[in-house]
């Protein structure tokens, strides 16, 4: 075979325009069809300051399931109650004097209120994915490991009650978007069937 440059069809110097229309077209018919997409979450969409774009998909009935971890949740209400993710301002891009210790309010924020659910019930949270996914009624599995802080209520700290709760979100899945998370992309795509695009 011959070398060519962006030869490959997953080369991150390709342009991806094509692609995305095209999966965004395929979410259309999908969900058209009430279909299943099971989207995993990584916690660089809140990092980004993309989580606005997934909480969008999941308010527009595009993402059955939702899949992640605790840092996913976290950030994702971090950002809700404080603006920040990982402590950095996402609006200016800096960092918050003490902001290094906002996941950890969000956390016990949570924790206070009892699980993400009855955070948002009594008001606490009022906005992001996991907001969207309580309010749109969304099933999510937050699948925990050995590094996580806290961590989050709801959170799945039993690996192998995660893995049973993920393979049976999967089930009937015609498309999973995999997104900043190789950790659970990895151990979701396990239980994918061969024609789940």
Request: a neutral charge; one cysteine or more.
């Amino acid at each position: 075979e011959l070398f060519s440059f962006m030869g490959s069809d997953v080369s991150s110097e390709k342009p991806k325009r094509l692609m995305i229309h095209q999966i965004a077209e395929e979410m259309r018919a999908i969900r058209s069809r009430r279909g299943k997409i099971v989207f995993v979450a990584g916690p660089a969409i809140v990092h980004t300051g993309a989580q606005g774009y997934l909480a969008d998909l999941i308010r527009s009935g595009y993402v059955t399931a939702l899949l992640g971890g605790n840092a996913i949740a976290t950030h994702d209400i971090e950002s809700a109650l404080f603006g920040t993710s990982l402590g950095i301002n996402l609006s200016k891009g800096t960092p918050v004097e003490g902001g290094h210790k906002n996941h950890m309010r969000a956390i016990n924020t949570i924790r206070l209120a009892g699980s993400i659910e009855r955070a948002v019930e009594a008001g606490v949270l009022t906005s992001g994915v996991m907001y969207e996914c309580v309010t749109n009624r969304v099933p999510y599995i937050l699948a925990g490991s050995i590094r996580d802080d806290g961590p989050m209520p709801g959170v799945i700290t039993d690996i192998y009650e995660a893995q049973r709760l993920t393979r049976e979100s999967v089930q009937g899945a015609e498309m999973c978007l995999m997104v900043a998370t190789m950790l659970h992309s990895i151990g979701t795509g396990n239980f994918l069937p061969a024609n789940v695009k």
